[in-house]
T-cell receptor, first 116, second 118 residues
Framework: AQSVTQLDSHVSVSEGTPVLLRCNYS??????LFWYVQHPNKGLQLLLK??????LVKGINGFEAEFKKSETSFHLTKPSAHMSDAAEYFC??????????????FGTGTQLKVEL | GAVVSQHPSWVICKSGTSVKIECRSL??????MFWYRQFPKQSLMLMAT?????????EQGVEKDKFLINHASLTLSTLTVTSAHPEDSSFYIC??????????????FGPGTRLTVL
């Protein structure tokens, strides 16, 4: 069974400083991994996706994530935080189902707070 | 591209009434759509998988007679909460999978519908 662990429920950074949101996963096969962002009372927006083509994945808004198989990690980073980055971030793993289709498993989320 | 809309964005209803929520893929066809429920400050919980032209597949513990799902076309799925009660109050989010696109296991999410049952 697949699972996702987001190691921090809350992260607080100052504007202009780096962001690190940590995620570890467990999957039986080579999974697809995603990071989504959710602003208050909004749906989820796809930030980036890992598909095994490259271990370092660049996403929107300056975010990137590195897939490390040996550590089963997929941490999300950004060199310089902006106030507009304050939101909830979800790490997600996707596994294909035997009968077809895929299923997403969500982490519990990390609330990012950006301070002046 | 890959835009998913939901309607309404919020709804308040009386206990015992039924509420229908629409989920539309605006610029792609989605043979598979998903319905999630999210409680305050919690992650998303998958309720059911909706396949165009066939019955939905419900997750364990989700009452199929209470949460009716219809996926009548490649761009529209509906969730009807029947005989709603206050405990059904939640944020409902749909997603759609672009089966013709490059990322066939990527789900694109709607903006969500806030349901409040009085």
């Amino acid at each position: 069974a697949q699972s996702v662990t987001q190691l921090d429920s809350h992260v607080s950074v100052s504007e202009g400083t780096p962001v690190l949101l940590r995620c570890n996963y467990s999957s039986s096969y080579s999974p697809s991994l995603f990071w989504y962002v959710q602003h208050p009372n909004k749906g989820l927006q796809l930030l980036l996706k890992y598909t095994s083509a490259a271990t370092l994945v660049k996403g929107i808004n300056g975010f990137e994530a590195e897939f490390k198989k040996s550590e089963t990690s997929f941490h999300l980073t950004k060199p310089s935080a902006h106030m507009s980055d304050a939101a909830e971030y979800f790490c997600v793993v996707s596994d294909w189902l035997t009968g077809g289709g895929n299923k997403l498993t969500f982490g519990t989320g990390t609330q990012l707070k950006v301070e002046l | 591209g890959a835009v998913v809309s939901q309607h309404p964005s919020w709804v308040i209803c009386k206990s015992g009434t039924s509420v229908k929520i629409e989920c539309r893929s605006l610029d792609f066809q989605a043979t598979t759509m998903f319905w999630y429920r999210q409680f305050p400050k919690q992650s998303l919980m998958l309720m059911a998988t909706s396949n165009e032209g066939s019955k939905a597949t419900y997750e364990q513990g989700v009452e199929k007679d209470k949460f009716l799902i219809n996926h009548a076309s490649l761009t529209l799925s509906t969730l009807t909460v029947t005989s709603a009660h206050p405990e059904d109050s939640s944020f409902y989010i749909c997603s759609a999978r672009d089966t013709a696109g490059d990322y066939t296991d990527t789900q694109y999410f709607g903006p969500g519908t806030r349901l409040t049952v009085l």
